[in-house]
Structure formats: structure tokens, C-alpha cells
């Protein structure tokens, strides 16, 4: 069964420290990991897209590394603000479909305090 | 920031009554997607269009509909809202037949059945 499990579920840090989030998945044949930001009551949005031969890739104070041997993603957020707070939410497309097929898990809540 | 609209943005209505969200989005894109979110969970696709006049359901059953009679527009009526229709409703867009082509989502629309 395809699926994408993240971890924490919930974390809360102080504005300027770092953090890392994890994400764990099981999707067949894989094709991409993207990681998106979500803030309360708005519309997810994309922040990387890897590839299987991508390790690593960066967006601002944002860096998502894969090992797709393991199957495992983690998103590092660097020198943190209060924006940050928001839902991160990893996302696997599997390379089945010409759909697109997308499964997500279930975020991680990040709450950045000052 | 994705041309992507979705209107309501919330709504409250009373059960058995026939409600339409809307989304449009003025990118060109082919692809049309309706997902649903409860709070903390994922995202679950239930409708998907690969263009005009085509319209497929998801993986989580939905007893709304979509039509796609243009490409900008994408629709999901409810004939006969109930109280286990209260989610919120994202709408996405994506192009071409690329697995990598990122899907730019919608605000969505919050909805709760009375």
C-alpha cells in the first residue's frame, strides 16, 4: 500500500532556532518528493521537488534532502521565523500514472515562537 | 503566487441544500484537481479532469460532481448538502504529462454543513 508517513507530528521552537522534519515513505514506483507549506486556511505551496537522483535540494533557509534507498526525506529549516509556522507536508508522486498521482501525509504542525 | 481562485472561501449552509465551488484558474494548465481535508489529515483526491469534457473520480468516494466544459473552470456541486460534507475543499492545476510538474493549489473553500 502507498504511503507517506511524517514525523513529528506536531513541534514547536523558538524564533531563530533550527529544526528538521521527517518524512518516511512506502509509494511504488517512485517518480518525485516534494515537500509543500501550508499556513492555516490557505492552499498548499510547493517549496522542492526531488527527483531520484537528487540528494539534496535548497530554497532559501529551506533544505530537503532524499535517500531514496531508504525512502526517507527530511526537510531542514534553518535560523526559523514566526512565518514558518505553518503545516509542512511531504508528498510523493508515483511514476505509474499519467495522472500524476500524488499521496501526501499528514503534515507536520511547526509553531515558531518569539 | 498561483493563478488559481476559488470562491467561497467559506460557507455555511443548511443540509439538503444544493451548493457549487468554484475554481478557475487562468495558467492554461490541463489537469484539474478536487481534494478534500479534514483537519490533521491528509489530503484525499476525489475528483481529477485531464481536460474538456473530461472528469474521473478520485480515490475517496464523494457524492458530488464536477463538470469541465472549459478549461479554466472546474466546478463541484453538491445536489444535497449533509453535515458529513463539512471539510475543506482544495482545488489544484498542473500541466502537461510530466510527472515533475508541480501542482499550484487554490485557497480553498471551507465548508460546513448544518
Known amino acids: 500500500k502507498n504511503q507517506v508517513e511524517q514525523s513529528p507530528q506536531s513541534l514547536i521552537i523558538l524564533e531563530g532556532k533550527n529544526c528538521t522534519l521527517q518524512c518516511n515513505y512506502t509509494v511504488s514506483p517512485f517518480s518525485n518528493l516534494r515537500w509543500y507549506k501550508q499556513d492555516t486556511g490557505r492552499g498548499p505551496v510547493s517549496l522542492t521537488i526531488?527527483?531520484?537522483?537528487?540528494n539534496t535540494k535548497s530554497n532559501g533557509r529551506y533544505t530537503a534532502t532524499l535517500d531514496a534507498d531508504t525512502k526517507q526525506s527530511s526537510l531542514h529549516i534553518t535560523a526559523s521565523q514566526l512565518s514558518d509556522s505553518a503545516s509542512y507536508i511531504c508528498v510523493v508522486a508515483d511514476r505509474g500514472s499519467t495522472l500524476g498521482r500524488l499521496y501526501f501525509g499528514r503534515g507536520t504542525q511547526l509553531t515558531v515562537w518569539p | 503566487e498561483a493563478d488559481i481562485y476559488q470562491t467561497p472561501r467559506y460557507l455555511v449552509i443548511g443540509t439538503g441544500k444544493k451548493i457549487t465551488l468554484e475554481c478557475s484558474q487562468t495558467m492554461g494548465h490541463d489537469k484539474m484537481y478536487w481534494y478534500q481535508q479534514d483537519p490533521g489529515m491528509e489530503l484525499h483526491l476525489i475528483h481529477y479532469?485531464?481536460?474538456?469534457?473530461?472528469?474521473e473520480k478520485g480515490d475517496l468516494s464523494s457524492e458530488s460532481t464536477v463538470s469541465r466544459i472549459r478549461t479554466e473552470h472546474f466546478p463541484l456541486t453538491l445536489e444535497s448538502a449533509r453535515p458529513s460534507h463539512t471539510s475543506q475543499y482544495l482545488c489544484?492545476?498542473?500541466?502537461?504529462?510530466?510527472?515533475?510538474?508541480?501542482?499550484?493549489f487554490g485557497p480553498g473553500t471551507r465548508l460546513t454543513v448544518l
Open positions: 489544484a492545476s498542473t500541466y502537461g504529462t510530466s510527472g515533475r510538474a508541480e501542482q499550484f
Open positions: 526531488m527527483t531520484f537522483s537528487e
Open positions: 479532469s485531464y481536460g474538456v469534457n473530461s472528469t
